[in-house]
């Protein structure tokens, strides 16, 4: 987004598609609480299940998402998978600088009309077949 790969500029509207699928990957709190544990290491779901709270149905389908976008692999263990992050690395930097974000706008971003704790677009509800 802020810089160029070879001969084509990513800032067109394209390439802000494809960041606003990427963000949108990081949207969900149960997808971002798996993010930041699976930042730890390697976990199955039933750990992931028992760290966070969360139900087995859940993990499988934000699990799921973050595999369909390219952000989390699995390898078989057993008769389980092991998921982790495909570009840790990578990953811990967009959430490192969403921390240093959020700490500079304060309580704007929690407190917006849209997008904020209380705004419409948190309560909206979701197409069919979609995975938010």
Do not use: N, W
Not at 9 to 15: I, L, R, V
Not at 66 to 92: I, K, N
């Amino acid at each position: 987004m802020t810089e160029t790969y070879g001969d084509h500029a990513p800032d067109g509207p394209a390439a802000m598609a494809v960041a606003a699928c990427l963000f949108h990957g990081f949207s969900d709190p149960s997808r971002l609480a798996i993010l930041r544990h699976l930042a730890l290491g390697e976990h199955r779901v039933v750990d992931l299940t028992g760290h966070l709270g969360l139900a087995q149905s859940t993990v499988s389908k934000h699990l799921a998402c973050l595999r369909d976008c390219g952000l989390v692999e699995s390898r078989p263990q057993g008769r389980a998978s092991v998921f982790s992050l495909t570009h840790p690395e990578a990953t811990l930097a967009v959430l490192e600088s969403a921390e240093r974000l959020l700490g500079l706008t304060g309580d704007a971003v929690a407190l917006c009309p849209v997008y904020g704790v209380d705004g419409s677009a948190a309560h909206a509800p979701v197409p069919e077949g979609a995975v938010s």
